[in-house]
């Protein structure tokens, strides 16, 4: 299916990570022209030559940072304007009992979770409404919606965001930027990878048993018993930046192989 978003400049945050990677390819593949950005620029430099000639530029950038927001903004939009936003930075944070987070552990999840995405957006979107079309799509999570006790500073900076994507969406959809979602549940990544070997080390296992474990006792309701790959949630967030989704504005696509218990989100 073609989306209609060949030639298009798209700017992806946590370009990187394996989410990151299988957006840009999947982008690529549609003819969407990529900006790319994260945190370390020996493997931003690396990420850019993996997905080839689609990569118009990149830039390593501390996204709590308001100057470096800036300054990235300034040089993607130097490559013909960005079209498309999508703001996959984030953390995990720090883990355990909500009482015991101290209140850094707080602010650095939201800091990078939450506003970062309104940085991005404050700096990219006025463009884009100016033009009359643009995307924007927030990678939230399942946590989002259903909260874990143990990751609750994870949980609120994730909410916060879905909040502000439908906000968002209330005065820029009608104005042609249309704003959405997407939420992951326990897809395989570098971050599930390092949850599942803890976990089988914790138990002696394999790492195969500690997912199922993992699976069975704390996601029962993932019905598809395994993790998400990247490139089924590279497909969601395709079709949310094309021309395709062009009556989709405000919502939460949830890619979680029915993780989450809810009807609606």
Known sequence: MDMKIKGR?????????????????????????????????????DAAKSVGDAVVG????????????????????????VDILVHMAGITGAKGDPLEMKFDDWFSCW?????????MTQALVPAMVDQGWGRVVFVTSENAVQPYPDEAVYNASKAALLSYTKALSLPYGPRGVLVNSVMPAFIESPMTDGMMDKRAEAEGVSKEKAIKGFLDEERPYLS?????????????????????????????????????AAINT
Do not use: Y
């Open 9 to 45: 400049l798209a700017l992806i945050s946590g370009a990187t990570g394996g989410l990151g990677m299988a957006t840009a390819q999947a982008l690529a593949e549609e003819g969407v022209k990529l900006f790319l950005t994260d945190t370390d620029g020996d493997k931003l430099a």
């Open 58 to 81: 990149h830039r390593a950038a501390d996204l709590t940072l308001q100057d470096e927001v800036q300054a990235l903004a300034d040089e993607a939009a130097g490559h013909g304007g």
């Open 224 to 260: 598809l018993k395994r993790r998400g790959k990247p490139e089924e949630v590279a497909a969601a967030v395709t079709l949310l930046c094309s021309d395709r989704a062009s009556f989709t504005n405000g919502s939460a696509w949830r890619v979680d192989g029915g993780a989450v």
């Open 111 to 119: 800091n990078t979770n939450f506003m970062s995405g309104v940085r």
